[in-house]
Nanobody
Framework: QVQLVESGGGLVQAGGSLRLSCVAS????????AGWYRQAPGKQRELVAG???????NYAASVKGRFTISRDNAKNTVYLQMNSLKPEDTAVYYC????????????????WGQGTQVTVSS
């Protein structure tokens, strides 16, 4: 059974930083692409960043230059370093793994974490 467990969310002031972690189990993590998504109230879930098994990355335009996705295969973990946070980054952030990576990351419909809340105050 595949499990993805996110952590690292919280409340931070604008301009601050947070690092999200997602630990995967039940999946051969090293050969799988992964991604971070977010969903703000009243909005659709959107791709924030993706990383291929070969560590190719892509980012949403709104976060490029501020967020960095990385992975540690030895720890079955994917990270999202978020710097220069803005109030519009406020959302529940979800981890996804096992999807496809082509021009960007395409989520697996089956493998989602439970989400972690990020709130950025102005």
């Amino acid at each position: 059974q595949v499990q993805l467990v996110e952590s690292g969310g919280g409340l931070v002031q604008a301009g601050g930083s947070l690092r999200l972690s997602c630990v995967a189990s039940g999946i051969t993590f090293s050969i799988n692409a992964a991604g971070w998504y977010r969903q703000a109230p009243g909005k659709q879930r959107e791709l924030v960043a993706g990383i291929s098994s070969g560590r190719i990355t892509n980012y949403a335009a709104s976060v490029k230059g501020r967020f960095t996705i990385s992975r540690d295969n030895a720890k079955n973990t994917v990270y999202l370093q978020m710097n220069s946070l803005k109030p519009e980054d406020t959302a529940v952030y979800y981890c996804n793994a096992g999807g496809a990576y082509r021009d960007k990351y395409y989520a697996s419909p089956n493998y989602w974490g439970q989400g972690t809340q990020v709130t950025v105050s102005s």
